[in-house]
């Protein structure tokens, strides 16, 4: 099934699109350059060229970047050593929903407003202030803090009114169909508030940013936040024939059809129309959706806005310390075969410089298949490297295959790996340096260990297949790796004879798996240990978001938020599809080493134990959930500042030593 998607991730967004024709050669893609915008009636044209975009539903990987010196804990001369949110690449901040100072206050974002905790010293543990939007419209994604200014990142919206009225154009003898043509009658914006918040208990704002389009993603650079957002033009201009074009776009203004900028700033408000030098294409888009690329620097207000326009549809983004990427899906659809598509997707690249808040293009490859997000993209040098699954349908099922590919400063493609488990999709992937990990899975999880450090030459050293599978791997050490996933069952139906679907067994998934990988020899990579958590239908944040792991490598400590489900008869091999009910949501606490493996030491809920799921049973059906004042008490975040461990929810903060795990402290939360 194909549908739309605007899905977005880490630093590398899509530029472009479904390509309604045959596959291009990948050699192809040297042209691949933004050209400029000549004129209103050259934009007019372009955004004639309206294609819709159809993006295959795939499950999302999560996936890092490999730091020796990976650490979740900062110590920086006398300030109290505190954690900071669990990041893709080191020293590329990420938004979060909590965030940390030097000092030991806490930041929450919950319920579209940050609350501002004073979470050190212990005995002064208080909430100092709670910081609620300017207005209604506004929707906060995410949070950064910079020393003592506190960014917050998100999405708003304005209502629309019609360019050109329909009287308006009969009355101008314009022949054929005119323009306006709105999908809704307002318009998204991306949304950048910066607070100064060195008085903690009266935060102060600074600066208020809007420009158009939806928040696709964001990081923040040393002083410098780069924003990139998807806007789609207000309406689309259709004719049939040069004349009317240009007669339509002489009657619509640019500033219907280009994107807007506002930057509020010592108590002035400046309103622009992105100025059309600032906006430029790429051959064979199809979306004719601006994506802005923009950057303020967050501890400088004087400085100026900086913002430039491609045509094309938004994605995946993915940054470096110097680089920004943005990848394009592109379904090259041919003729339907006995109802299955036949097409072979690919993914462009667009490779920026980026410095002091200046992005500039510098080159563009392509290569088969798609990216299942950010996490497949990484960066090592002056090579690019990107993991991609093919997936192909046919009459005897899934015919997916998997590649890796290696691409050098200039965007060319210089080493591959390609018809990795084949019939299967990625899972997850982790770059550490030289060395690619990916996990696929349709009845087991191979993890394959692969080898990078001769860049045209990329070589699987070695494959480790065991049950379940892995969403998401975590360095434990340059030889270690973590991963964090789930159990399966693997089913052999009585009708795998008589029905194909059934044929060579099914797995279907059980419980929460954590397994320590030794890595140290990638031709036999080795499960050292793993643990089970709860029942099919056990969940955990991680799964889908790599900064709900508190991650301390001094102490060999991990936690991370779990919601156990727990089948009241015991796992049936006859049943493997059956889901446990709701009976646990907290931390997880657990000390790991590869010489003793885990060691739980903590379970750590703010649900008291008194209250219990609802049990429900209606003519037979019975079910169990967590009513709302329970689930307001679940861990979403856990942190430490100085000695002590902090889990926090959306109305509790509590506090433990983190020595032997007894409470220290506990701290009602208030709206």
Not at 283 to 307: C, G, H, K, T
Not at 475 to 492: C, I, M, N, R, S
């Amino acid at each position: 099934m194909f549908m739309l998607s605007k899905k977005t991730v880490l630093l590398a967004i899509s530029l472009g699109c479904i390509g309604l024709m045959p596959l291009q050669s990948l050699a192809q893609t040297t042209a691949l350059k933004p050209q400029k915008v000549a004129s209103r009636l050259a934009l007019a044209k372009l955004l004639m060229k309206h294609k819709t975009n159809y993006f295959n539903n795939m499950r999302n990987a999560v996936f890092d970047k490999f730091v020796p010196t990976v650490l979740a804990v900062t110590n920086a001369g006398t300030e109290v050593a505190h954690s900071d949110t669990n990041v893709q690449v080191q020293g590329v901040d990420e938004s979060d929903t909590v965030k940390v100072g030097d000092d030991g206050t806490i930041y929450q974002l919950v319920n579209n407003q940050v609350r501002i905790i004073k979470g050190f010293p212990l005995n002064a543990l208080s909430q100092t202030a709670t910081l609620a939007v300017p207005d209604s419209n506004f929707n906060i994604s995410g949070i950064y803090l910079k020393n003592d200014k506190l960014v917050l990142v998100g999405s708003s919206w304005q209502n629309l009114a019609p360019p050109v009225k329909e009287g308006d154009v009969a009355d101008t003898g314009i022949v054929g169909k005119m323009a306006p043509f709105w999908f809704w009658n307002t318009v998204s914006q991306t949304r950048v508030l910066v607070y100064d918040v060195a008085d903690r208990a009266h935060p102060k704002q600074e600066r208020d940013v809007l420009v158009d389009g939806d928040l696709l993603d964001s990081r923040l650079l040393g002083e410098h936040l780069y924003f990139v957002s998807r806007s789609y033009p207000q309406f689309y201009l259709f004719a049939a024939d040069t004349a009317t074009t240009k007669a339509n776009s002489l009657a619509a203004k640019l500033t219907d059809m280009l994107p807007s900028l506002s930057d509020t700033k010592a108590g002035k408000t400046v309103k622009k129309t992105l100025p059309l030098s600032k906006v430029s294409y790429f051959p064979d888009f199809v979306e004719p959706d601006y994506v802005l690329a923009s950057s303020i620097n967050v501890l400088r207000p004087e400085q100026a806005l900086q913002s430039t326009a491609y045509l094309g549809a938004g994605e995946l983004l993915y940054a470096s310390q110097k680089s920004l990427y943005l990848s394009a899906s592109k379904y090259n659809f041919g003729d339907s075969v006995d109802g299955l598509f036949d097409y072979n997707p690919t993914t462009q690249l667009f490779k920026f410089a980026i410095n002091k808040g200046q992005i500039d293009f510098k080159a563009a490859g392509e290569v088969a298949g798609t990216a299942l997000n950010a996490f497949s993209l990484d960066e090592n040098g002056d090579y690019f490297r990107i993991a991609t699954t093919t997936q192909k349908w046919t009459e005897t099922g899934n015919a997916s295959v998997n590649s890796l590919f290696v691409l050098n400063k200039d965007m060319k493609t210089v080493g591959k790996l390609e018809n990795l488990a084949k019939g299967e999709q990625i899972y997850a992937t982790r770059f550490m340096g030289n060395r690619c990990y990916i996990v696929t899975f349709r009845l087991v999880d191979p993890l394959f260990a692969i080898d990078l450090s001769v860049p045209d030459q990329p070589k699987v050293m070695g494959e480790l297949k065991i049950p379940g599978y892995s969403d998401y791997l975590h360095p434990y050490d340059e030889t270690h790796l973590l991963g964090f996933g789930k159990d399966a069952a693997v089913f052999q139906s009585e009708l795998a004879e008589a029905d194909q679907f059934w044929a060579g067994g099914s797995a279907f998934y059980q419980g929460l798996k954590v397994a320590l990988f030794d890595v140290a020899d990638m031709k036999n990579p080795k499960e050292l240990y793993s643990i089970s958590i709860g029942d099919r239908g056990s969940q955990s944040p991680l799964l889908w978001n790599h900064k709900a792991l508190y991650w301390d490598a001094g102490r060999h400590l991990f936690a991370f938020p779990v919601e156990v489900a727990s089948l009241a008869k015991g796992f049936n091999a006859k049943q493997p599809w059956l889901y446990g009910e709701p009976t646990y949501q907290g931390a997880f606490v657990y000390e790991v080493t590869p010489e003793k493996g885990f060691t739980l030491k903590a379970k750590l809920s703010q649900i008291p134990d008194s209250v219990k799921p609802v049990h429900i049973d209606i003519e037979g059906y019975a079910y169990s959930y967590w009513e709302s004042d329970a689930t307001e008490l679940f861990v979403d975040r856990i942190l430490s500042i100085d000695k002590s461990l902090y889990t926090l929810s959306n109305t509790q903060l509590n506090v433990y030593s983190l020595t032997d795990f007894t409470e220290q402290a506990r701290l009602p939360l208030s709206p």
